[in-house]
């Protein structure tokens, strides 16, 4: 898949994306936050297929990405924000050392390098959790990170024994 990328002087950003039979995708990114889709075959104009606000955009993007349903078994997403962070979605398994301990008695950030953004439980995501924070099984852990370090997050959050590899006590 091959993206283009140009400067609209006064507008904002146009995105052209190849798709396999030889059509483009166009994403037009306004200044305002407004987003037009249009689709062009071969040589032909281009069609509005639809146009979003701002908000709606972000909200269909995260949709796209998977944060809501990810249609293949796996316990971890990843984006990556450039070459050195990813945002990264950990489930953590039952039985795992990190379930039953609060983000504070983890120290993700200082003993892995990564840091966790959200965890989503159920229907419910926690923005931004605080030290009290306590993990439990099944949560969803958004973490963000260079690899390595989200690779050590996903790790202790489906292994149990990886807490006792990065010195993190198991005070249950």
Sequence with gaps: MTVYESDLPGVGKKFEIELGDGSMLIIVIHNT???????????????????????????????????????????????MLDDDSLLEWVKVVPGSSIVGQTLEELDFRNVTGASVVAIQR??????????????????????????????????????????????IEDDA
Excluded: H
């Design 33 to 79: 936050g407004k987003r037009e889709v249009f689709r062009r075959e071969g040589e032909n104009d281009s069609v509005k297929l639809f146009e979003l606000s701002d908000q709606m955009s972000r909200q269909v993007g995260t949709i796209l990405e998977g944060a809501y349903f990810q249609p293949i078994a796996t316990d971890t997403t990843e984006t």
């Design 122 to 167: 159920d229907e419910d995501t926690e923005s931004n959790p605080g030290p009290e924070s306590v993990i439990e099984a099944d949560d969803t852990l958004i973490i963000l990170g260079p690899r390595d370090a989200c690779r050590s997050v996903e790790s202790l959050a489906s292994d149990d024994t990886a807490a006792d590899d990065l010195d």
